[in-house]
């Protein structure tokens, strides 16, 4: 099992440093973690490193596809909120 980076990454670096294992690679478009190399952080941290540090809602993923730092819980805007305001931008 390993995490994932998609396309929300803006590339901002802040998880490449902070992975143990130096699964994070600049890739183009975006970072990608080297599934080979990533243990998601277990026994090592209580908390996965990138996910820990991830300016950015919905960018890692886990195995099965959720997000680790999924909408909301960065900014703290709740999800029909931010819904709500998705659909009064013109």
Do not use: W
Not at 1 to 15: D, R, T, Y
């Amino acid at each position: 099992m390993a995490f994932s980076i998609n396309q929300h990454c803006v590339n901002c670096f802040a998880c490449e440093s902070v992975c143990p294992n130096q699964a994070i690679h600049e890739a183009k478009p975006h970072f990608i973690i080297e599934a080979k190399l990533c243990t998601e952080c277990n026994g090592e941290y209580d908390e996965p490193q990138c996910a820990s540090i991830c300016p950015i809602e919905g960018a890692i993923l886990d195995a099965s596809g959720e997000p680790l730092n999924p909408l909301g819980s960065l900014t703290g805007i709740p999800v029909e909120r931010l819904r709500q305001l998705a659909e009064a931008r013109p």
